[in-house]
């Protein structure tokens, strides 16, 4: 029995795992984003997907697009067939306040978000769940609270729009017609299915069941009266690494039963560690990431000692051979960041067919970290805590569709 048990773990940890908790490749390698599409059953973001953005939007898609960081969907096809007939949706994304530092990897789905605000011209509201890192990180609720408003600022510096932009904290914010969606969600919802979505156990702290139906209810207008009143039927699309997919299949699954429509998802790759592609970047080390509050030195020293190479161990060897590309971190980070597509083909060539050395793609890529790092701290320093109160405040946001 116990032995059983035992080979049962072994099987399921030799698997990789991905979900809103843990995110681990299978035996140290690298994440397989094909068998997770299968797995959970979304839809790959193919070519013609972003040609149909690229026409609707008149403007280049965005980078995370163009080279399939954003790679998978829900339903974005309907969406885009409801705007080209002249029906706006809304934009629903948020952040888990764990720690106070954010790294490039958190930066991601707000720079994303950005975008897509900006090209559809649509409202985004934006959840910061400091319940749910209170639960799990065992954060005291007034630290998850105050790290909420804090993340709220980094958030703000990648350049919202206030007038079509509503922050919020669940500690805030939950109550009311929020509330009341919590609850028929979570009607709808057994324990024995919440554990085979959510992996919860009998050990378990029972505020981690009561978690699913806050991240789901922002999917649903409804849940903003001062928002979308009258407005019952807006569509909303959720930006979101994938790992946060297992709360919007619960949310996809009980929404026809309420009367609601399914929220679409765009969803992404992981940013990975300097040291390599098995994983996500990781809060608990600090030089497995670049935080944006990083000095230009820090990321300097940082990317030459730690960024992992797929260059040969001997120069010859490597104007012999060239750069493995396919393991390379320097090479990895700047197709997410350097936006210039004929500069980045120019890289991979020449220094795949070892033209190029390791230590110049290392080079390149600080020069353009530091900009993106140097350049949100200038706007982060520039949000003053009334602009928080101004993008957190509850009311309507009049020119939310212009
Ligand atoms: N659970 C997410 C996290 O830990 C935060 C979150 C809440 C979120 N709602 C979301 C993320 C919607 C993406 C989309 O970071």
Redesign the pocket.
């Known amino acids: 029995m116990e032995v059983d048990k035992k080979d049962e773990r072994e099987a399921e940890s030799s698997e990789q795992v991905v979900n809103?908790w843990e995110v681990s490749a299978k035996d140290g390698g690298k994440i397989d984003y094909d068998k997770l599409i299968d797995k959970f059953g979304c839809q790959r973001l193919d070519e013609s997907l972003i040609d149909r953005v690229q026409r609707l939007t008149s403007r280049q898609p965005h980078v995370f697009l163009r080279r399939s960081v954003f790679f998978a969907h829900r339903d974005f096809n309907e969406i885009l067939d409801a705007y080209e007939r002249g029906d706006k949706f809304y934009l629903?994304?948020?952040?888990?306040p764990s720690s106070e530092a954010l790294h490039l990897g958190h930066l991601i789905?707000f720079m994303f978000t950005k975008y897509l605000q900006e090209a559809f011209k649509v409202p985004l509201v934006i959840?910061l769940?400091d319940d749910?890192k209170s639960i799990w990180k065992n954060l005291s609720v007034e630290e998850s609270q105050r790290l909420a408003r804090e993340n709220a600022k980094d958030i703000i510096a990648c350049g919202f729009d206030v007038t079509k932009t509503f922050i919020f904290s669940d500690f805030d914010y939950v109550g009311g017609a929020f509330y009341k969606n919590m609850v028929k969600v979570g009607k709808c919802v057994t324990l024995n299915k919440a554990m085979g979505i959510f992996g919860f156990s009998g050990e378990d702290p029972i505020a981690k069941l009561s978690f699913p139906p806050v991240?789901a209810v922002?999917s649903f207008p409804s849940s903003f009266p001062h928002l979308f009143p009258g407005k019952d039927n807006l569509r909303c699309l959720?930006p979101?690494a994938i790992d946060?997919d297992p709360y919007f299949r619960m949310t996809r699954d009980v929404a026809p039963r309420l009367g609601y429509s399914k929220p679409a998802l765009i969803e992404s790759t992981f940013f990975p560690a300097l040291q390599g592609e098995n994983g996500k970047m990781s809060a608990s080390d600090p030089n497995s990431a670049i935080y944006v509050t990083d000095s230009a030195k820090d990321i300097k020293n940082k990317i030459n000692r730690y960024a992992f190479s797929g260059g040969q161990d001997s120069i010859e060897k490597h104007r012999e051979l060239g750069a493995n590309l396919e393991v390379d971190i320097p090479v990895k980070y700047l197709s997410f960041f350097l936006e210039d597509d004929t500069e980045l083909e120019h890289i991979k060539k020449e220094y795949g067919e070892g033209r190029m050395l390791t230590g110049e793609v290392k080079k390149r890529l600080t020069e353009v970290l530091t900009e993106i790092v140097e350049r949100h701290r200038r706007a982060r320093a520039a949000v003053t805590d009334e602009m928080v109160d101004a993008f957190m405040a509850v009311r309507p946001l009049p020119s939310m569709f212009e």
Do not use: A, F
């Open positions: 809103p629903y994304t948020g952040r888990g789905p959840q769940t749910e991240q922002p959720i979101c946060q």
